[in-house]
């Protein structure tokens, strides 16, 4: 049982600061996501995210708004500066994935895999070993939720 008095092991904030993020527990997985929906969702040319579990973490804010541009992903954005804040998979249910950029925690929480790397640009070249996977590494998270 998580103590609600002591302060969160993570959290972060939009830009604008209308939106915060809190989570009382580690991520189940910390990853780059090169997809296309990811880099128009952030604007940047690789996106990442942090996994929890999604009674975990909490959003507060009073002008979130839910966007659904394809099927059974919902993407949160703060509604005041458009800050991506969190996405959610029907195909991954239970988990929440929090932008890793808006974390005050980064330094600590590096990324473990590469998800869609063959939508990488030829030119964005991020030099490490990590695992690669070419299209979703929706197994790969699911395997670290559970
Ligand atoms: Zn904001
Ligand atoms: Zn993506």
């Not at 008095?5 to 904030?13: F, H, K, Q, V």
């Not at 009382?24 to 952030?42: E, F, K």
């Not at 942090?50 to 002008?63: G, R």
């Amino acid at each position: 049982m998580s103590d609600t008095n002591s302060s969160p092991l993570i959290t972060g904030r939009c830009y604008c600061g209308a939106s915060t993020i809190s989570a009382n527990a580690r991520p189940s997985a910390i990853a780059y996501c090169h997809c296309a929906d990811c880099r128009r969702v952030t604007g940047a040319p690789v996106s990442a995210f942090v996994a929890f579990d999604a009674d975990a973490v909490t959003i507060s804010s009073a002008v979130l708004q839910e966007v659904t541009a394809n099927p059974g992903v919902t993407r949160t954005f703060c509604g005041s500066c458009g800050s991506p804040i969190a996405g959610s998979y029907d195909y991954l249910p239970g988990q929440t994935y929090i932008s890793l950029g808006l974390l005050d925690q980064i330094d600590a929480l590096s990324p473990q895999m590469h998800a869609h790397d063959e939508a990488r640009p030829d030119w964005l070249c991020i030099k490490d070993d990590l695992p690669r996977f070419s299209s979703s590494s929706r197994d790969k998270l699911k395997e670290q939720s559970s």
